[in-house]
């Protein structure tokens, strides 16, 4: 375990676990955190370990409801972006959008899922008006996007693809968003706060091709914030950012959802959108399989539930992802295992 060039510990992988988990480090795999933090004497590393001592803890103190409230419904506006029974079909003939129809509205924190190649870049593309759909509808703020102009639809979208470096133009940071066409017109106290949100301030003067991947995945982050766009269109936007920073960013997008912006995030990583979307689109080979609230997708899905999910599987009736909502079954129960009679 290593942090700023220092080697905090070297040794067996369990012994890592514990002493991470016990310093709540955010690295450590959610099962063991949940151990950790539940108060288990023991702290597993698998899904498989931890199923094992939940079972043995659940014999002796079952689970109760945990009359978790639901989330509260926050206003939203109405569809940012549409796509009515849209096809894409690329030059070599391989269909990666068959029918496709959903609609993000604004205020909405959505995620896509899918197995590689199952259509979800693609989907980002027509969204954003860069791909015109072979058949069927885009609508952008009401607005087919093929009557739209490159420079009406760059005004109203931000997207990021899954590789910083296609952002990157100018030699410095502060360029490469301050002086980016699209923050045109906003003033410079809003450009500031979204490079200190980013911890890009120490990095203003610096050439973004310098940086290490996360910090220029967040360069170009901030390039497209800067801009306060309506639609905010993320590929693959965990990739090169640690732990830390990961969290930075779910709780960032959750807060410009709040704000009004209709964001939707591309990613593999289910315990990132257990942790911070709101609602999931499932594509399969270019066919949209589900969309709902997280809890129901992710709850029901054998390839994409986080580990939480399958820890408690069978145990409870409950649909639990997160860290927090298992803390809250189990002290529902009563008392915490690391305060249970011996």
Known sequence: VMEKGDILYAGP???????????????VPPVTRFFAAAGFPA???TVGEGRALLK???????????????????PSGGNVV????????YPDGREALRGLSCAVREGEYVAVMGANAAGKSTLLKVMAGL??????????????????SPGELAGQ?????????????????????????????HDAGWVDSVLRRLDLLDHRRANPRDLSTGERQRVALASVLAAKPRLLLLDEPTRG????????LGRLLREMAIEGMAVVVVTHDTEFVAQYAERVILLFDGHLVADGPKHAVLGRSVFYAPQICRLFHGFTEEIVLTLEEACALVRSGGEMPGRAPA
């Open 13 to 27: 992988v369990r012994e890592a676990a514990r002493r991470a988990a016990a310093g709540r480090l955010p690295f």
């Open 241 to 248: 950012l640690d732990c830390v920073w990961k969290e930075e």
């Open 157 to 185: 979208v931000g997207y990021l693809t899954q590789n910083p470096d296609d952002f990157l133009l100018h030699a410095t940071v502060e360029e490469e968003v301050r002086f980016d066409p699209r923050t045109q017109g």
């Open 56 to 74: 043995s803890f659940l014999e002796r103190q079952p689970l109760r409801p945990s009359r978790r409230p639901a989330p509260a419904a926050r």
């Open 43 to 45: 702290v597993p590393v």
């Open 82 to 89: 549409e796509t009515d029974n849209v096809w894409f079909t």
């Open 131 to 148: 791909l015109p759909p072979g058949r069927g509808r885009v609508r952008l703020l009401g607005r087919d996007t093929r009557r739209a």
